[in-house]
């Protein structure tokens, strides 16, 4: 009995020993990651300034594989022409002088905070304009060094990036904007970037941005030949498709509205000056205020871009309504004018022919007190002779009277309804104006549509 309680006192003792020395060894742990550091990165042990070699130990160039995460786009600027990104950049490399022994599997890899205690890829964005790195709270960067000597550099920033645009389509246009990545010093017999195999960019879920749409992207490579050698490069093209809904409720329904509405002094009176003329100097106001919004927020390019064909036009027209009432105007004058002419001239002949009728009667009178004393009368014969110049002025009225008159015209016969000539042109304006428009916008929308989809 005293031998089993010896016995389980022995087991119990070895149990608590390995269970302590368990522990011991769980605590020790990450002293031996600071070992392997000390022994991989020691002082003469490893020189940042040396590249690494190529692959499988070799002369060749370093080999350095790229992947980004996009996380956000806050902007794309057109007067500018650049946009702001947010992504995470990493690079992987393999470095045969950081290999190290990963205790059976428990050290899987070593991090670092600090950059410059490895060698890192001279890697720079070549359309840059302005960039920053993130160190709230701490800096968003690590390193890892992995036992077979891979290395994985991982760090979040923020850009601002060139984007040369073409406007010719704006507002139904699409802009392709570039992220270049190439190697400052480094040339291709020394260093080659490679993009990632299987998901080189990823883009972060429900990405929203205010006027555009990331319709897809494209990975390629850019080397660059100089006069000090060739660099590797890549790049990834970001296509954006500009988001027309804005544009449609900001710009081109208003436009259409001001139009409209300058299309009403057609119908109100010709005498309503003062009415037709506010009007119409008010919309061609509102019109060039428009205008001169929309360029301001684009920049002065050398080409015609299709905003400016469509307020081009709709300025056109708000100036040739107000140039309608002018003529009308001018011709309800000139019609006044003529008028009282006529009237004047009705009066004159009213005059003339009352001076004739009594000139007449007078001489009917002396003719009747000749014909009294001479008691002579002169017989004008019944019968017309073939020659008499009278008969053959007679025939030629019944001719004329025969011939059937002419069917006036549907045009004609409407606007005689319109007794004055200002009139007429208000009635044919309220036609001639929304059809000449309406076959504007069948063009204009036909054009710069087919020209999308062709560029697309």
């Avoid at 522990?23 to 002293?31: L, T």
């Avoid at 006529?342 to 009178?365: F, G, I, T, V, Y």
Wanted: net charge positive; with cysteine; proline share 5%.
């Amino acid at each position: 009995m005293g031998t089993g309680h010896y016995f389980w006192a022995i087991f119990y003792f070895t149990s608590l020993c390995s269970a302590s020395l368990a522990n011991n060894a769980k605590i020790n742990f990450r002293e031996k990651e600071k070992k392997v550091l000390d022994q991989i990165l020691g002082a003469g042990k490893y020189d940042a300034r040396i590249r690494p070699s190529g692959i499988n130990g070799t002369d060749g160039p370093a080999v350095v594989r790229v992947n980004i995460f996009v996380r956000s786009i806050s902007k794309i600027d057109d007067v500018t022409m650049e946009y702001s990104v947010q992504l995470t950049f990493r690079e992987q490399w393999t470095d045969e002088r950081l290999k190290f022994d990963d205790i059976q599997g428990r050290l899987k890899y070593l991090t670092l905070t600090e950059a410059n205690r490895v060698w890192m890829p001279d890697l720079f964005f070549s359309n840059e304009k302005e960039g920053h790195f993130h160190n709230i709270i701490m800096p968003n960067v690590y390193i890892r060094i992995f036992p077979n000597g891979s290395v994985l550099y991982s760090i979040r920033i923020s850009l601002t990036l060139a984007c040369p645009m073409n406007l010719k389509l704006y507002p139904l246009d699409r802009q392709i904007c570039s992220l270049r990545m190439a190697s400052y010093g480094w040339t291709t017999n020394d260093l080659v970037f490679l993009w990632k195999e299987g998901d080189p960019v990823q883009v972060v879920k429900n990405l929203h941005l205010p006027r555009f749409t990331l319709e897809k992207f494209l990975t390629d490579y850019c080397n660059s030949k100089t006069n000090t050698g060739e660099y590797s490069c890549l790049k990834v093209d970001l296509l954006f498709k500009r988001e027309f809904s804005y544009y449609l409720i900001q710009i081109y329904i208003p436009c259409c509205m001001l139009v409209i509405v300058s299309w009403v002094s057609f119908w109100l009176d010709q005498g309503a000056v003062p009415a037709r003329v506010s009007l119409g100097v008010t919309t061609l106001l509102t019109m060039a205020t428009q205008t001169s919004g929309i360029n301001a927020s684009l920049p002065p390019v050398s080409y015609t871009k299709a905003i400016d064909v469509w307020t081009g036009v709709c300025l056109t027209f708000v100036f040739g309504a107000l140039l309608e009432f002018a003529l009308v105007n001018y011709a309800s004058r000139s019609g006044l004018n003529k008028a009282n002419r006529a009237a004047d001239m009705h009066k004159e002949n009213m005059k003339k022919k009352r001076r004739d009728l009594e000139q007449a009667s007078l001489d009917a009178a002396s003719d009747l007190l000749d014909t009294d004393s001479n008691a002579t009368f002169a017989m004008k014969p019944l019968v017309r002779h073939p020659g008499d110049p009278l008969a053959l002025e007679k025939l030629r009225q019944c001719e004329v009277h025969m011939q059937p008159p002419k069917r006036p015209s549907c045009c004609k016969t409407w606007l005689s309804k319109f007794p004055t000539r200002s009139k007429r042109i208000d009635v044919i304006s309220r036609i001639t104006f929304p059809l000449v428009f309406a076959l504007f916008n069948l063009v204009y929308w036909s054009t710069y549509l087919f020209r999308e989809e062709e560029d697309e």
